[in-house]
Protein backbone atom coordinates (compact mmCIF):
# COMPACT_ATOMS: atom_id res chain seq x y z
CA UNK A 1 0.00 0.00 0.00
CA UNK A 2 1.29 3.03 -1.15
CA UNK A 3 0.66 6.42 1.06
CA UNK A 4 0.73 10.15 -0.42
CA UNK A 5 2.25 12.70 1.65
CA UNK A 6 2.00 16.63 1.25
CA UNK A 7 5.23 18.28 0.03
CA UNK A 8 6.09 20.09 3.05
CA UNK A 9 9.25 21.63 1.14
CA UNK A 10 9.30 25.18 2.63
CA UNK A 11 8.44 24.61 5.78
CA UNK A 12 11.58 21.86 5.90
CA UNK A 13 13.92 24.23 4.08
CA UNK A 14 12.98 27.05 6.57
CA UNK A 15 13.51 24.24 9.66
CA UNK A 16 17.05 23.40 8.50
CA UNK A 17 18.40 26.84 7.94
CA UNK A 18 17.22 27.71 11.29
CA UNK A 19 18.72 24.51 12.93
CA UNK A 20 22.09 25.86 11.16
CA UNK A 21 22.07 29.22 11.89
CA UNK A 22 21.58 27.78 15.75
CA UNK A 23 24.41 25.38 15.36
CA UNK A 24 26.47 27.88 13.84
CA UNK A 25 25.64 30.02 16.90
CA UNK A 26 26.14 27.31 19.83
CA UNK A 27 29.22 26.64 17.99
CA UNK A 28 30.57 29.91 18.32
CA UNK A 29 29.28 30.69 21.98
CA UNK A 30 30.97 27.84 22.93
CA UNK A 31 34.17 28.91 21.73
CA UNK A 32 34.08 32.47 22.79
CA UNK A 33 36.19 33.68 25.79
CA UNK A 34 33.98 36.63 25.77
CA UNK A 35 30.39 35.55 24.95
CA UNK A 36 30.38 37.83 21.81
CA UNK A 37 31.82 35.45 19.49
CA UNK A 38 35.68 35.82 20.02
CA UNK A 39 37.55 32.44 19.91
CA UNK A 40 40.05 32.13 22.57
CA UNK A 41 43.85 32.09 22.13
CA UNK A 42 46.92 32.17 24.31
CA UNK A 43 46.29 35.85 25.37
CA UNK A 44 42.90 34.70 26.74
CA UNK A 45 44.42 33.67 30.02
CA UNK A 46 46.93 36.49 30.31
CA UNK A 47 47.61 37.52 33.67
CA UNK A 48 48.11 35.95 37.32
CA UNK A 49 46.04 32.59 38.62
CA UNK A 50 45.59 31.06 41.91
CA UNK A 51 45.72 27.23 41.68
CA UNK A 52 44.64 24.72 43.64
CA UNK A 53 46.24 21.04 43.14
CA UNK A 54 44.74 18.07 44.29
CA UNK A 55 45.03 14.48 43.15
CA UNK A 56 47.96 11.48 43.99
CA UNK A 57 51.50 10.89 42.30
CA UNK A 58 53.87 7.98 42.96
CA UNK A 59 56.89 9.21 45.20
CA UNK A 60 60.38 9.08 44.20
CA UNK A 61 62.82 6.00 44.22
CA UNK A 62 64.02 3.71 45.67
CA UNK A 63 60.78 3.40 47.84
CA UNK A 64 58.24 3.97 45.46
CA UNK A 65 54.48 3.87 46.76
CA UNK A 66 51.44 6.42 45.80
CA UNK A 67 50.75 9.47 47.73
CA UNK A 68 47.89 12.04 47.98
CA UNK A 69 49.36 15.58 46.92
CA UNK A 70 47.45 18.66 47.27
CA UNK A 71 48.83 21.76 46.36
CA UNK A 72 48.51 25.78 45.70
CA UNK A 73 50.70 27.95 43.35
CA UNK A 74 50.02 31.16 41.74
CA UNK A 75 51.05 30.87 37.98
CA UNK A 76 51.79 33.97 35.64
CA UNK A 77 50.62 33.68 32.02
CA UNK A 78 52.28 36.00 29.80
CA UNK A 79 49.82 35.90 26.91
CA UNK A 80 52.61 34.43 24.34
CA UNK A 81 52.53 30.58 25.40
CA UNK A 82 54.52 31.08 28.59
CA UNK A 83 54.20 31.20 32.02
CA UNK A 84 55.86 30.91 35.19
CA UNK A 85 54.96 29.68 38.39
CA UNK A 86 55.81 29.44 42.25
CA UNK A 87 54.32 26.36 44.28
CA UNK A 88 53.89 24.62 47.38
CA UNK A 89 52.86 21.08 47.03
CA UNK A 90 52.59 18.47 49.73
CA UNK A 91 52.76 15.03 49.93
CA UNK A 92 51.06 12.52 52.51
CA UNK A 93 54.52 10.75 52.40
CA UNK A 94 57.02 12.89 50.76
CA UNK A 95 56.34 16.07 52.62
CA UNK A 96 56.15 19.70 51.29
CA UNK A 97 58.14 21.76 48.68
CA UNK A 98 57.42 25.35 49.94
CA UNK A 99 57.94 28.09 47.08
CA UNK A 100 59.27 25.96 44.24
CA UNK A 101 59.73 28.25 41.34
CA UNK A 102 58.95 27.09 37.85
CA UNK A 103 58.36 27.77 34.37
CA UNK A 104 56.58 26.53 31.13
CA UNK A 105 55.09 26.83 28.20
CA UNK A 106 51.25 26.78 26.86
CA UNK A 107 49.09 26.28 23.69
CA UNK A 108 45.68 27.25 23.89
CA UNK A 109 43.10 26.56 20.98
CA UNK A 110 39.93 28.52 19.60
CA UNK A 111 37.34 26.52 21.27
CA UNK A 112 38.71 27.31 24.55
CA UNK A 113 40.57 24.45 24.93
CA UNK A 114 44.39 23.84 25.35
CA UNK A 115 47.72 21.98 26.66
CA UNK A 116 50.76 23.09 29.65
CA UNK A 117 53.69 21.86 29.56
CA UNK A 118 55.59 22.17 32.65
CA UNK A 119 59.54 20.60 33.59
CA UNK A 120 59.10 20.54 37.68
CA UNK A 121 62.82 19.76 37.78
CA UNK A 122 65.62 21.19 35.91
CA UNK A 123 67.71 18.24 37.02
CA UNK A 124 65.48 15.64 35.12
CA UNK A 125 64.83 17.81 31.82
CA UNK A 126 63.04 14.10 30.48
CA UNK A 127 60.35 14.82 33.37
CA UNK A 128 57.93 17.00 31.66
CA UNK A 129 54.22 17.57 33.17
CA UNK A 130 51.71 18.20 30.38
CA UNK A 131 48.18 19.28 31.41
CA UNK A 132 45.33 19.38 29.35
CA UNK A 133 43.05 22.50 29.79
CA UNK A 134 39.67 24.17 29.66
CA UNK A 135 39.05 27.96 30.01
CA UNK A 136 36.10 29.06 31.49
CA UNK A 137 33.89 32.21 32.40
CA UNK A 138 35.38 34.43 29.96
CA UNK A 139 39.14 33.88 30.73
CA UNK A 140 38.27 33.99 34.40
CA UNK A 141 38.75 30.22 35.21
CA UNK A 142 40.78 27.54 34.03
CA UNK A 143 40.16 23.44 34.62
CA UNK A 144 42.87 20.94 34.14
CA UNK A 145 43.98 17.86 34.54
CA UNK A 146 47.51 15.59 33.86
CA UNK A 147 47.92 13.57 31.29
CA UNK A 148 51.52 12.62 31.85
CA UNK A 149 53.28 11.31 33.42
CA UNK A 150 50.86 8.37 33.70
CA UNK A 151 51.08 7.95 37.29
CA UNK A 152 50.60 11.86 37.83
CA UNK A 153 46.56 11.63 38.85
CA UNK A 154 46.61 15.81 39.16
CA UNK A 155 43.41 18.08 38.61
CA UNK A 156 43.31 21.71 39.19
CA UNK A 157 41.33 24.60 39.41
CA UNK A 158 42.14 28.15 38.77
CA UNK A 159 41.04 31.12 39.35
CA UNK A 160 41.85 34.38 38.27
CA UNK A 161 43.88 36.78 40.71
CA UNK A 162 42.08 40.07 41.27
CA UNK A 163 44.56 43.07 41.62
CA UNK A 164 42.85 45.43 43.97
Known sequence: MKVKTKSTGTFFHSSWAAAIAFTALCSTQAMSDDGRGKPCS????????????????????????????????????????????????????????????GAGTYEVNADCTGETYFQPDPNNPNLVIKEKIVIVNNGNGILAITQSPPTLMVSTVATRVQKR
Open 42 to 101: NFTIRGDYGIQVQGSRNTPPPNVVTENVIGVLIRKFDGYGNFEQVDNVKGSVSGIVPDRQ
